[in-house]
């Protein structure tokens, strides 16, 4: 039976850059073939939710929400424009990281929808986050003497968006690839306007995500990633201003940027990192879609290495 | 798909073909081919092959059942774009050997023969029916048009793809039948699928209050706004939103399934089954600011003044402020006009004849 994929993302009505990563990852999916039709969806922008699935010729359709952390818009938003009318959260037997799949048919066109957990949450986005360290640093064994901070919103609105954020920053940093490994957060300690703070002392009393400081020296590069989906203003305005990368997000700044003796590199939102197209493609194979060859042609072309989730080099 | 139209008739025919004026049966004295120019019976194989290979009916079962996108929605729109259930094989191929060409929103869409049993679609602007194709941006891939679809001719973003602002300057010279499809979607998402039900008597309608009703979150809101008195609001959120300089999608909603709204839905082709997320926006803004209560404000103006004001209100309302041309003062939304207006009653924070907003 054929097997269609639809990709679930936020769009916006205001920045025309919001929706373009999530054309480059469902391009990315779409050339390997793996399913009869990809398409895009958003809650801002169209294909809508509402009347995505009925530009979907397949039966069975996977149903992957691009988005950061389980909550509101996965658990209320998109179940019910997507008319999954016997979804309930209890389905997905969530901790607020570990959703997986629900199967359900969607009342507008009884197709067969396989209703994945949000990409942010998959353990594969750990990869995501370390392949990111590597491009912005354009060097693939980015992690000796280098500190890494993993940043996201806070619990504003949702407490399993800081979930999602601390989720990853302690995988990543029981690879011990990393000096040190940070959780920093836009509207709550530990906040990322102290960036440098948590990187400085030899003996580092701020809190390691991983709860075990390596304490030997401060680390002078650190590199940041924001666990976004899309480019906007957290990202391109808030952030680096708060971080001191420059006074006003107009005036741009260096990669890496020169604060407080630190040299930090950053460089956008993670959700336009190429592998992300990986990710999506993981929550399917772990609804059931025989999708293992498209998986390793993107982490080939990648350069990630062949293991999905948790082998982290 | 590779076939050749011919094998698949003679192929299809003991199951019987029946379709667009084409008859052809297998019996036992032969085979029967019917059109409604001629009737031939008892045929052998060779003679059958012999008169199919002649017959633009073949071609055209052929190109509808092994070329075209089989999937209901799909098919329709297809034969819709060359008026195939109005317009018999013969006459239908000669105007395609010229060229046959559609609207649909602000694509134009004209099919022409690709041989007996293909199609070819090309795809522009209505505005740039007549530019000449050398000026225009060639493309090939239908997933182009997500790009072209996402800014207008002033680089301005497009938030609602049916708004009336598509950008010009651009070509898909030759799109296969799949393709065209894609592309259509890509530049007004969904509407053939919805223009489909409609016309099956199917469209899932969900009318102005079920849709705020079942809005949560920062949208809640906008239920408060229906308060069971009327739904004069609704009307001006459509004619705001709605109309055809507006929005392409001719609006079917209305109030609720028994209140129809007083505001013309518009001529589009394909229909639109809900209020957008665009209009929930900024419904969410109007309600708002529709719980203030009205208060009396004294202002002293010139007729002429209370005019301009006017003028400034429709010139915005329309999309006009900016094609008032520099120096036409005779137009009381000119920037001069404006800016004199300005000077001369706003007083040092903007507050209109010095009277401020709240006392
Ligand atoms: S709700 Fe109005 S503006 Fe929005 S798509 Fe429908 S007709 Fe167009």
Redesign the interface.
């Known amino acids: 039976m054929e097997q269609a994929l639809v990709i679930a993302a936020h769009g ?5 850059e919001s ?1 373009t990563p999530t ?1 480059s990852h469902a ?1 990315t999916v779409r050339a390997t073939g793996a399913f009869s039709e990809v398409r895009e969806s958003f ?6 939710f ?3 699935l ?2 979907v ?1 397949a039966e069975e359709v996977y149903l992957v929400p691009l988005f950061i952390s389980e909550g ?1 818009f996965t658990e ?2 998109i179940p ?1 424009e997507f008319r999954l009318e016997e979804w309930d959260p209890e389905l997905w037997d969530s901790d607020g990281t570990s959703a997986d799949v629900a199967t359900l048919t969607a009342g ?1 066109t009884g197709q067969t929808v396989h209703y994945c957990g949000p990409v942010g949450t998959h353990d594969s986005m750990s990869d995501v986050i370390v392949q990111r360290a590597k491009s912005v640093t354009d060097d693939p064994d980015v992690g000796d003497g280098v500190g890494l901070a993993v940043v996201g919103h806070g619990t504003e609105r949702n407490e399993n968006s800081a979930k999602a954020i601390e989720y990853h920053a302690d995988r990543i940093a029981e690879q011990d690839r990393f000096d040190e490994v940070k959780a920093l957060f836009m509207d709550e300690d530990p906040e990322v306007d102290d960036v440098t703070d948590f990187f400085d002392s030899e003996d580092s009393e701020a809190h390691s995500a991983s709860g075990r400081s390596h304490g030997r020296r401060p680390c002078e590069d650190v590199v940041v990633v924001p666990l976004f989906i899309a480019d906007g203003y957290h990202t391109q305005e808030d952030i680096p201003e708060d971080m001191g990368l420059c006074e006003d997000y107009r005036d741009g700044w260096d990669v890496p940027e020169t604060v407080d003796g630190h040299r930090i590199w950053y460089a956008g939102a993670v959700g336009t990192e190429p592998l992300m197209a990986d990710v999506v493609l993981e929550r399917t194979a772990d609804a059931g879609a025989d999708v293992s060859a498209a998986i390793e042609q993107i982490r080939g072309e990648s350069g990630a290495g062949p293991a999905a989730g948790n082998n982290l080099q | 798909m590779d076939e050749d139209p011919v094998d698949a008739l003679v192929a299809t025919a003991p199951d019987g073909i029946d379709f667009d004026g084409l008859s052809v049966e297998k019996h036992a004295d032969g085979y029967t081919f019917e059109t409604p120019e001629a009737v031939r019976t008892g045929l052998e194989e060779a003679a059958l092959r012999e008169l199919a290979a002649e017959d633009a009916h073949v071609g055209n079962w052929y190109f509808w059942h092994a070329v075209a ?1 089989q ?1 209901d ?1 799909r098919w329709a729109f297809l034969r819709w774009l060359e008026g195939a259930e109005d317009h018999a094989v013969p006459e239908r191929y000669d105007a395609l050997a010229d060229g046959l060409a559609t609207e649909w929103g602000q694509l134009q869409v004209a099919v022409s023969l690709d041989g007996p049993a293909g199609r070819t679609y090309e795809l522009r602007h209505v505005e740039d029916a007549e530019t000449p194709a050398g000026e225009l941006d060639d493309h090939d891939d239908p ?1 182009a048009a ?1 790009d072209l679809a ?2 207008d001719d002033d680089g301005d ?1 497009r ?4 708004a009336p602002t598509l950008q010009t300057g651009w070509r898909f010279p030759a799109l296969g039948a799949p393709d065209i499809v894609e592309a259509v ?1 890509a530049f007004y ?2 509407t ?3 223009w489909h ?1 409609e016309r099956e008597g199917e469209l ?1 309608i969900d009318h102005w209050h079920e849709t705020v009703s ?1 809005q ?2 920062i949208y809640g809101v906008v239920r408060t706004w229906d308060r069971g008195e009327g739904y004069e609001h609704v009307n001006w959120v459509a004619e705001a939103c709605c109309d055809d300089s507006q929005c392409l999608k001719r609006r079917e909603w209305q109030y609720d399934g028994e209140t129809e709204l007083d505001v013309d839905g518009g001529d589009g082709e394909f229909p639109c ?2 209020p ?3 209009v929930i ?1 900024a419904a969410r803004q109007w309600t708002k600011l529709e719980g203030e209560q009205t208060r009396t404000y004294e202002f002293e103006l010139t007729p002429s003044e209370k005019a301009q004001v006017e003028a400034i209100i429709e010139a915005v309302a329309d999309g006009r402020a900016d094609d008032i041309r520099e120096a036409d003062v005779y137009d009381g939304a000119n920037r001069y006009r404006t800016r004199f207006l300005r000077a001369k009653l706003f007083d040092d924070e903007g507050n209109l004849a010095g009277v401020e907003t709240d006392d």
């Not at chain 1, 916006?12 to 025309?16: E, R």
């Not at chain 1, 809650?43 to 809508?48: I, V, Y």
């Open positions: 916006s009505h205001l920045n025309a929706s054309f391009d809650w801002k922008e169209e294909p809508h509402r009347e995505a009925r530009t010729d509101y209320q938003v019910r507008d | 996108p999937t929605a997933l997500r996402k800014h973003y938030p609602l793809k049916t979607h998402p969904a053939v699928q919805n039900r899932d079942r949560t979150g089954r809900e957008c997320s665009l926006a």
